[in-house]
């Protein structure tokens, strides 16, 4: 099956220095890969989604880049803000009904 | 309703106890899942439906977790004489279309604690 590693666990920042958070996987099928952002206690909700065919998707501060042939994807997060701080998910799916998790990196924006 | 609701939130149960956690998802949502989500780490897929069908059981860990989605709409978790390694939040997601097409919704989950 899938196995999807992410890197860093943790991650602490100074407002407004860019973060990257990296992410690979095994399954070379899989062709959808989500990024979910998971405030403490709170339900995970999508932030930036992309798929196989593209190589990069940029959403305002977010962008996620994806190397198919390393397999590995990667999210950007620019001029970080203290409500960045959250734990984010990577995940892959191969268009079958399990998505995959890694298992998360801490985000920590200080002030 | 607006979004996937979960009940109850907090769950506390000694162990052997059978516990019965409910899923409402968004409503029209065809596709329902639910994942394990310990202490610390990712979630971990546990089962899929595909409106009533159990299309996808394969992670769930023993034959005491069950689920059923009898209508195709709310689904149920069942744990039958708990452990305390089922101690986790139990997060339920439902999804527009069927299997991974898109965005997976995500309810607030179910927090258990077995003693």
């Known amino acids: 099956g899938e196995n999807v590693e992410q890197h860093p666990s943790t991650l602490s920042v100074q407002e407004g220095d860019s973060a990257v958070i990296k992410c690979t996987y095994s399954?070379?099928?899989?062709?959808?890969f989500p990024w979910y952002k998971q405030e403490l206690g709170k339900r995970p909700q999508l932030i930036i989604d992309?798929?196989?065919?593209?190589g990069e998707k940029k959403d305002q501060r977010i962008a996620v880049t994806l190397n198919k042939t390393a397999k590995h994807f990667s999210l950007h997060i620019t001029e970080t803000q203290p409500e960045d701080s959250a734990v984010y998910f990577c995940?892959?799916?191969?268009?079958?009904?399990?998505?995959?998790f890694g298992g998360g990196t801490r985000l920590m924006v200080k002030p | 309703g607006a979004g996937v609701s979960q009940s109850p939130r907090y769950k506390v149960a000694k162990r052997g106890q059978d516990v019965a956690l409910r899923c409402d998802p968004i409503?029209?949502?065809?596709?329902l899942f639910w994942y394990q989500q310990a202490l610390g780490q990712g979630p971990e897929f546990l089962t899929y439906?595909?409106?009533?069908?159990?299309?996808?059981k394969s992670g769930l860990p023993s034959d005491r977790f069950f689920a059923e989605r009898p209508e195709g709409s709310v689904s149920t978790l069942k744990i039958q004489r708990t452990q305390q390694e089922d101690s986790a939040v139990y997060l339920c997601?439902?999804?527009?279309?069927?299997?991974?097409?898109?965005?997976?919704?995500f309810g607030e989950g179910s927090r258990l604690t077995v003693l």
């Open positions: 997601a439902s999804s527009l279309a069927s299997g991974f097409t898109g965005e997976l919704f």
């Open positions: 399954d070379s099928a899989s062709n959808y």
């Open positions: 992309i798929r196989s065919n593209v």
């Open positions: 995940a892959a799916s191969n268009a079958g009904n399990m998505l995959t």
């Open positions: 409503s029209g949502h065809v596709s």
């Open positions: 439906f595909q409106n009533e069908a159990q299309l996808d």
